[in-house]
C-alpha cells in the first residue's frame, strides 16, 4: 500500500548548520508529495509541495525536490534558525481516488543557538 | 489565513464516559474535514472523513459506533469518543479542506486534543 518513511529523530542541530531530513515514499501512480511543519503548540502547517516528478517546492528557505527515480522527497534547508525548531511531517497524495494524505512519523528538529 | 480552530485543546475524561471534540473553520467554509489519531512517535492515522450532510466514511478498523462524527454544518465537525477507555487516550487532530472538495484545495490543521482516559 501508499507510505512514507522518514528519518526518524530527533536532530539536533547548532544555528546555521545544514539540514536535510530524508524521505521516501512507496505508491502506485504519481502522488502529489508535501511537507508540514508543526512549531510547539500549533497545528500542522503546509511548509510546501511539489504535484510531479522533478518539481521543487520551496518556502522560507526550504526546498524539497520531488524524485520519482528514487521515490524520494528529501526536505533541505542551507542554513537553520532556532525559529525553525519543530516537528516535521513528510507526506503523500496518493494518485486519484481518496483525499486522504499519508504521513509519515515525524521528524522533530531542535536548532540551537 | 484559513484558521481552524479545535477545542478543546484538552481533556482528562474517567473511563466509561463520553467525550466531545469540536472542529471549527473560522474563515471559510469546509465541505470536507478529517480526523486523524496520532500515538507517540507514530504517524498522523487517518480514522475518517467527514462530509458535510452526509454520513462520515471510517477507515478500515476505526469503530464508527465507537467515534461518532457528525458534520451538520459547512463550519463544524464534531468527533465524539463514547465509553472512552485508557487505550483510547491519544492526540486527536482534525483538518479541514477549504473551498470544493479537491485535493488541490488547501488544506487547514487544528491544534490537536489530547485525551487522557483514566
Known amino acids: 500500500g501508499d507510505s512514507v518513511t522518514q528519518m526518524e529523530g530527533p536532530v539536533t542541530l547548532s544555528e546555521e548548520a545544514f539540514l536535510t531530513i530524508n524521505c521516501t515514499y512507496t505508491?502506485?501512480?504519481?502522488?502529489?508529495l508535501f511537507w508540514y511543519v508543526q512549531y510547539p503548540g500549533e497545528g500542522l502547517q503546509l511548509l510546501l509541495k511539489?504535484?510531479?516528478?522533478?518539481d521543487k517546492g520551496s518556502n522560507k528557505g526550504f526546498e524539497a525536490t520531488y524524485r520519482k527515480e528514487t521515490t524520494s522527497f528529501h526536505l533541505e534547508k542551507g542554513s537553520v534558525q532556532v525559529s525553525d525548531s519543530a516537528v516535521y511531517f513528510c507526506?503523500?497524495?496518493?494518485?486519484?481516488?481518496?483525499?486522504?494524505?499519508?504521513f509519515g512519523k515525524g521528524t522533530k528538529l531542535t536548532v540551537n543557538p | 489565513g484559513a484558521v481552524v480552530s479545535q477545542h478543546p485543546s484538552w481533556v482528562i475524561c474517567k473511563s466509561g464516559t463520553s467525550v466531545k471534540i469540536e472542529c471549527r473553520s473560522l474563515d471559510f467554509q469546509a465541505t470536507t474535514m478529517f480526523w486523524y489519531r496520532q500515538f507517540p512517535k507514530q504517524s498522523l492515522m487517518l480514522m475518517a472523513t467527514s462530509n458535510e450532510g452526509s454520513k462520515a466514511t471510517y477507515e478500515q478498523g476505526v469503530e464508527k459506533d465507537k467515534f461518532l462524527i457528525n458534520h451538520a454544518s459547512l463550519t463544524l465537525s464534531t468527533l465524539t469518543v463514547t465509553s472512552a477507555h485508557p487505550e483510547d487516550s491519544s492526540f486527536y487532530i482534525c483538518s479541514a479542506r477549504e473551498g470544493s472538495s479537491s485535493y488541490n484545495s488547501p488544506l487547514h490543521f487544528g491544534n490537536g486534543t489530547r485525551l487522557t482516559v483514566t
Open positions: 507526506a503523500q497524495h496518493p494518485q486519484g481516488g481518496s483525499e486522504k494524505l499519508v
Open positions: 511539489a504535484t510531479k516528478a522533478d
Open positions: 505508491a502506485t501512480g504519481y502522488p502529489s
